[in-house]
Every structure is written in C-alpha cells, then in structure tokens.
C-alpha cells in the first residue's frame, strides 16, 4: 500500500467522524479549546483503535482465504463504501436532527465508536494484504483528530448542511481503495 493510499484510507475512515462533529459543532454550545481538542483526540484514539482490534481478527483467520484475500478485502471496503453512501443518500427524518451529540463525553465516546465500526471491517480486510498496520492505524487516529476538529469548528459555521456530501465522497473513497489493493493483487 502506498503512502498516498494509506493517506486516501485515512481520509475515507475519518468522514464519518468529520460528520458527527459537524453536527457536535451545529448543535453544541459553544466550548473551550480544552474540550475541543479532549473531543478530537477521542474520536482520534478510538479510529485508530478499531482498525487495530479488525486487524487482528482478520490475521487469525487470513490462513484460510489467503488464495482470495484481495477479493474479501475489496469485498469489505466496498461493502463500507456501499453502506456510506446509502446513509449519505437516506434522508433524515423530520422528527430527529442527524447524528447530533449532547455534550457528555460519555455520548462522545459512544458517538466516537459508532463511527468506526466501519474501520474495524476495513482492519480485517488489510489483514489480507501486506500493510503496515502501525502505520495505516496511526495515519487513520491522526486524520480523524484533525477532521473531527476541523469539523467541530465548520460545524459551528456552517450546520448540517454538507455533511452528507462528505459522507458520500468518504464512501466512494473507501470503494476506490478496495478497488486498488483488488488491481494490485490481479496484477501481481
């Protein structure tokens, strides 16, 4: 995996956690520097967390697919995609306001997780290729603490209104790197 694929990994990863603060930032009152940054390093940790533990699983199982591995992980990160996408394009119900945090940090863990579930499938997916899973989970917790910030602070300017646009790039993202490591490996 290149750097650059790594870096467009870390970027598909970390939208769901750039939506969610943009609506933290819409909704919530206004808050100090301290909380901003407590709030990005959360979602952070937590992205590159799951990776790590969908990594893990996947290795314990990598032996028996290793014929096919580059199928199941494009197979895997387009499911993510697909699934992205499909929430970015299903409107939201009038009743309820779309992915809106309060301000315990409790709902900000919880929020946090929510989000990269996502990310512990594309672990197990990288599991079949040769990555540096360090490396990739760092790339991931970085890029999510910076765009749950930038996204807190937009969200503060800018509302709910292009959070789902971002949610579908971040979603046709994750596709074209699925459909990359499928390229590579056919190619090899």
Do not use: C, K
């Amino acid at each position: 995996m290149t750097p650059a694929t790594i870096g467009l990994l870390a970027l598909g990863m970390s939208v769901d956690a750039f939506a969610a603060a943009l609506g933290q930032g819409a909704s919530a009152r206004r808050r100090g520097l301290g909380a901003l940054l407590a709030t990005g390093a959360i979602f952070g940790l937590v992205e590159a967390l799951t990776p790590l533990i969908g990594w893990a699983l996947g290795v314990m199982a990598s032996y028996a697919i290793a014929a096919v591995d580059h199928w199941v992980a494009f197979g895997l990160l387009a499911a993510v995609g697909l699934r992205t996408i499909a929430e970015a394009l299903r409107p939201a119900p009038a009743h309820e306001a779309p992915r809106r945090l309060s301000n315990g940090w409790l709902r900000i863990v919880a929020t946090a997780v929510g989000t990269s579930i996502d990310a512990m499938a594309v672990g197990v997916s990288l599991a079949f290729v040769d990555v540096p899973i360090l490396a990739v989970a760092a790339a991931i917790g970085v890029t999510t603490t910076a765009m749950a910030l930038l996204g807190l602070g937009l969200g503060r300017r800018l509302g709910q209104r292009f959070g789902r646009g971002v949610e579908l790039v971040g979603g046709l993202v994750l596709i074209g790197v699925g459909a990359t490591i499928l390229v590579e490996h056919l190619r090899a």
